[in-house]
């Protein structure tokens, strides 16, 4: 299977936990899988800005990104976040390029304007091309993406920096275009839990929308679950699911039914 792997910056500030991620997807490769990885890297952003004396800002959940934000971005996400974790990877015997979109044009980028609001260099994935990421898998490499990208040529705005796209968000337009048969959202909880906290095996979007109206879903869950629901939506018939980081069989145990959340189209 080809699998998109989307990891949030809080499992990768530890070398420990990057470590243990780094032997998990090996396995996953070894077992003759191939990952395309994709990654944020939030909460370095901010600790970079913090010590830099510049400013956070938000707007729905979405960072507003001058070009003083936009400028610690791209030195945090293609720099410190990527690096450490292509260095663990090989570590763990994991052949791994560290990519942005602007690496051989990978991916580019659209403005994000929601509702008219200027965010400054946010965007969202306008455009994928996936030569050279089949290219890297086809020679035994693990792409490995950090969410940031060129404007699009068609596209109007600024461009003289990458814009900055949330890596949710970036994930399931990716995966897709890249004829990815899985995508995992690994992250810091066991799945989605329900009222009880119990993880919940599977949801459909109806689901997803009553537990949201019950005060189920709350948080920082409900980006993780929007995500999901449009990676569903992006690759209808691919696995979706949102999957425990920790543990040195992570990747694997994620495509089984046992761990995890997955998301489906319909119920049986």
Do not use: W
């Not at 993406?145 to 968000?169: F, M, S, V």
């Not at 459909?204 to 939506?233: H, N, Q």
């Not at 209808?236 to 040195?248: E, N, S, W």
């Amino acid at each position: 299977m080809r699998l998109c792997v989307k990891i949030g910056g809080a499992q990768l500030e530890e070398a420990g936990a990057r470590a243990t991620l780094a032997r998990a997807l090996a396995a996953a490769r070894d077992a003759g899988h191939e990952i395309v990885l994709v990654h944020g890297g939030g909460n370095q952003i901010r600790a970079l800005c913090r010590r830099l004396g510049v400013e956070d800002r938000y707007h729905d959940g979405l960072r507003i990104t001058d070009a003083e934000t936009a400028t610690v971005a791209t030195q945090v996400l293609c720099g410190e976040v990527n690096k450490a974790l292509v260095q663990s990877l090989g570590e763990a015997s994991v052949r791994a390029v560290g990519m942005c979109g602007a690496d051989g044009s990978v991916f580019t980028a659209k403005r994000h304007q929601p509702g008219g609001h200027d965010l400054g260099y946010v965007g969202v994935v306008h455009r994928v091309d996936r030569r050279v990421v089949d290219v890297l898998l086809s020679a035994g490499f693990t792409p490995t993406l950090a969410t940031l990208a060129p404007l699009d040529p068609d596209c109007e705005g600024p461009r003289d920096l990458l814009y900055n796209i949330n890596a949710d968000h970036a994930a399931a337009p990716i995966a897709a275009a890249l004829g990815c048969d899985a995508m995992l959202f690994l992250t810091d909880v066991p799945g989605v839990l329900d009222a009880d906290r119990q993880r919940i095996s599977s949801l459909s979007a109806a689901d997803c929308a009553r537990l949201r109206d019950e005060g189920v879903l709350t948080g920082g869950m409900i980006p993780k679950v929007d995500a999901a629901l449009g990676a569903l939506e992006a690759l209808p018939t691919g696995l979706v699911k949102i999957a425990p980081a920790a543990g040195p069989d992570a990747v694997l145990d994620a495509l089984t039914d046992a761990v995890g959340t997955r998301f489906v189209t319909t119920r049986d």
